[in-house]
């Protein structure tokens, strides 16, 4: 056991530097200016370099990455493997980040892990940031339950965020698009190389993005293997069922048709991506039942997730125009027999809330309830509100809420039985809606 290095673990984490939120970032200095992994890697070398331990699948991409990395890690679970998955951001609970067999930690193996840390910082030559603490705590939180298997996500980019000191026997890459420009870039071709990062010269590249203009700088890392979406492995079909969909997908190893238990038509992109990245994890194909069994039990919350019924309310973390434009193509594909659509939503600063509510369909939408997401990063109502009139959405269809829960109380309120409601914009609004919306299940 380790001793009492802080009373309060939780506090200790929330008091350094969090670039998710914005909290202890000195004016005007962006993680871009000067990018560094000094920090995870002291960090890790005091803890005993325990992401040697075990293999790795290591993912980037602007959007899909959580669920491909949970279909990936429900896949080697279902082959019998004991596997760590480290995703971000938490919807509800911080422990959500860091899984084994995709069930988070409890609060005293966090608070232990945290503790350890905290024992470790004084040794540091600063102190690391919350999200380093949070990746090197998952890192040997799987070292030391001795997992099979990691399935780690990025944070953000690829090069130097602080995951990237696992060394992936398979990295994948979902897609490139442009989000979190501040930090990564203004195109898609600085993106692209800012993800090409976790591509090691022993890696297996799984490679999602199709755009051939930007495949030469993934392969110019020159990764020992690469298969490409479209080329290499593919989905050959893709079609509506009741609470999914139904894929035929393709890959190196064969051919897979089988139930998804989830929503959205890129949601097969996501598992084509997955399968082939566990099959090059493991160097064999998955056997027929373990696909079925694992497509059928997978679940990806906060992503298309119904949570209610009459009227039907989902959660989609939509936080970018593409995400944004994926999630109204599914809502057009897949539920267009429910009534009439009111959209919650609340944006961060760093987004253009004209793209956004443009992206998310305002001409489709019979409500539109803005709210702050819970974050110092948010955008005020008002002026996602005049993005709204200048895209001349009617003012009588505009409902303002101080916060997520009073935006979710007059959502149902003014909603239909046979309506629905999309909660989207930001991954802090889906959280603090889930949590209002779950709490009389708990």
Partial sequence: MVTNAVGDPRGWLEDHVNLERGVGIPAGVARATAPTRDRIEALLTLLGRPELEYSTIHLTGTNGKTSTARIAARLLGELGLRVGSYTSPHLERVNERIAIDLEPVADAELDELLQLIALCEPSMPEPPSYFEILTAAALRAFCDVAVDAAVVEVGLGGTWDATNSVDGRVAVITNVDIDHENFLGSTREAIAREKAGIIKSESHLVLGETDPELRDIFLARQPHTTWVRDRDFLVRSDHVAVGGRVVDLETPFGRHEAFLS?????????????????????????????????????????????????????????????????????????????????????????????AMLTALGLDEVALLVVCPPPSPRAHPVEVVVAAARQLGFPEERIEEAPDVRTAIATALMETPEDGQIVVAGSLYVVGAARSSLLRVRR
Avoid: C, W, Y
């Fill in 262 to 354: 989830l929503h959205g038509a890129h949601q097969a992109h996501n598992a084509v991506t997955a399968l082939a990245a566990v099959e090059a994890f493991l160097g064999d194909p998955v056997p027929g039942d373990v696909v079925e069994r694992a497509f059928a039990t997978v679940d990806s919350p906060g992503r298309m997730e119904i949570v209610r019924r009459n009227p039907m309310v989902m959660l989609d973390g939509a936080h970018n125009v593409a995400g944004a434009e994926a999630l109204r193509r599914s809502l057009s594909d897949e539920f267009t027999s429910v009534g009439p659509r009111t959209l919650v939503v609340g944006l961060l600063r760093e987004k253009d809330p004209v």
